[in-house]
């Protein structure tokens, strides 16, 4: 008897769960819960335009069903979203569920030698600029090579043969080295690269150049940028902001001023 009974206890429970998830199978889900943490200024996505871009993909719609929702694909498309550095989806007994993102964070805006506009981002990888969002980043053009969909800066810096005619890692070195440096961030306006093949920044105070030069290391960024601060801070305030028209910092151990 205690045989039978424990037989029929199983048979029973295997059939209410059944009964449960065939019922969460033919549950009508409610829109679901997206979240996208802030991302300072530089926000490319909000939670009812991605919503948006899922009806339009056809992936989300009105009555759409527990059973009818490819949490695979909604994870693979979103994360094809230039903007979208990572997603989870979230499911759960019932009609509510969540999305949640990770956004790409903006460091610079290239135009390049071809009059082409893109985004570089904290970890080395182009992003479309979108009508709807601009972010506020440093600003680089000139002669630059590279396009929307050149290889991530990760692959340059370990590709010997990209090195010498790729500009993206040099960029991303000196951008990077500015975005977290709060003092530079609030005094470099613009970066310029020149056909001699040197990057010149335009400062956001005063109306002289900086010749910064070759950017191939980070410990020659990191060298050049200290020897500005460094100048910025002890030199400049006794010399006046509008004494030199040129502060060159390619030369080692030194910074050469140019007078107007």
């Known amino acids: 008897m205690k045989i039978s009974l424990i037989g ?3 048979a029973l429970f295997i059939l209410l769960v059944g009964v449960v998830f065939k019922a969460q199978d033919e549950t009508v889900m409610n829109p679901p819960n997206i979240i996208v ?14 919503y948006q871009r899922l009806l339009a993909e056809g992936i989300l719609f009105p009555g759409q069903t527990f059973a009818q929702l490819d949490v695979e694909l909604i994870e693979k498309t979103i994360t094809e979203m230039g903007e979208i550095k990572s997603v989870k989806v979230f499911t759960s007994i019932g009609a509510n569920w969540a999305i949640e993102v990770e956004l790409r964070k903006p460091i610079a805006r290239i135009f390049n030698q071809y009059n082409e506009s893109f985004y570089l981002d904290s970890e080395g990888h182009t992003l479309s600029p979108r009508n ?10 000139g ?27 040099d960029v991303y070195r000196i951008t990077n080295y500015v975005c977290n440096d709060p ?31 070759s950017a191939l290391t980070e410990k020659e960024v990191s060298e050049k940028f200290e020897k500005l ?22 030369y080692e151990g030194q910074i050469v001023c140019k007078k107007k």
Request: glycine fraction near 6%; hydrophobic fraction near 40%.
């Open 132 to 141: 709807l969002h601009t972010a506020r980043v440093v600003v680089v053009n």
């Open 229 to 250: 601060k460094t100048f910025y801070k002890h030199g400049l305030p006794y010399e006046g902001w509008e004494k030199y028209d040129e502060i060159n910092l390619k």
């Open 8 to 10: 029929v206890g199983i």
């Open 143 to 169: 002669e630059i090579p590279d396009r929307l969909n050149s290889p991530p800066v990760a692959e340059l810096i370990n590709n010997d043969s990209l090195k010498s005619i790729r500009k993206l890692d």
């Open 37 to 50: 943490p802030p991302n300072g200024e530089n926000l490319f996505i909000t939670e009812e335009e991605l």
């Open 183 to 213: 003092f530079l961030l609030a005094q470099i306006a613009q970066i310029h690269y020149n056909k001699r093949g040197e990057f010149v920044l335009i400062p956001q105070v005063g109306d002289h150049l900086i010749v910064f030069g």
